[in-house]
Structure formats: structure tokens, C-alpha cells
């Protein structure tokens, strides 16, 4: 079956960096659209980034310039570089997968439990 378990999220200052892991198995990682997806208390869970197949990304406005999404086909495994951090980036953060385009979010139906990301100010 899919599995996605994240790693590398933690607490850091304001303006620091982070990089966020993604572990794939159970399925044919390298034709997946996946993606990143973050939920604050309280809010609605939003994308962040995401990356297709052929390596094309799209990003959050929110993050535009300061977040990177990657992938590694040959060890089914996907990142997020996340620098310039600030307060409102503090989020559960979530890997996801989905075998549709990625334009089509209802597509994500395999979800990482999820790990926390806290920026201080």
C-alpha cells in the first residue's frame, strides 16, 4: 500500500531554514504528480508546492521565492527546502500523492502523517 512518511521538521527562528523529507513505497513514485500541503490550528489545509512528473513545480504565493520542492525518482524521495522562515510558516506540513495532473488538487488521496514545522519570532 502507499506509504509517505515525512521527516526533518522541527523549530526554528525566524529567518532560518528547514528541509522537509518525504519517503515514498507502494506505489510508481516517478509518474506521481506529489506535493507538499501545510494545515495551521484553525485554518484550512492549503498546497504549498507541488512537482510532476517531469519536474515542473508550482508554488504557493505565500512562498514563491523562498520555498523549493524537489524530487529524486531513483530513491522515491521528495523534499522541501524551506528558507526565509517566518511565524505564518508554522503549520503541520504534509506530503502527499496523487497519479492525476497536479492542477487537479482533489487528486491527492495519499497523505504523510504529517510533521510540524514551528518559525519563532
Known amino acids: 500500500q502507499v506509504q509517505l512518511v515525512e521527516s526533518g521538521g522541527g523549530s526554528v527562528a525566524a529567518g532560518g531554514s528547514l528541509r522537509l523529507s518525504c519517503a515514498a513505497s507502494g506505489f510508481t513514485y516517478a509518474t506521481y504528480c506529489m506535493g507538499w500541503f501545510r494545515q495551521a490550528p484553525e485554518a484550512e489545509r492549503e498546497a504549498v508546492a507541488v512537482?510532476?512528473?517531469?519536474?515542473?513545480?508550482t508554488f504557493a504565493q505565500s512562498v514563491k521565492g523562498r520555498f523549493i520542492i524537489s524530487r529524486d525518482n531513483a530513491n522515491n524521495t521528495l523534499y522541501l527546502q524551506m528558507n526565509s522562515l517566518k511565524p505564518e510558516d508554522t503549520a503541520m506540513y504534509y506530503c502527499?500523492?496523487?497519479?492525476?495532473?497536479?492542477?487537479?488538487?482533489?487528486?491527492?488521496?495519499?497523505w504523510g502523517q504529517g510533521i510540524q514545522v514551528t518559525v519563532s519570532s
Open positions: 502527499a500523492a496523487s497519479p492525476w495532473p497536479c492542477a487537479r488538487v482533489s487528486g491527492f488521496r495519499d
Open positions: 512537482i510532476n512528473s517531469m519536474g515542473i513545480t
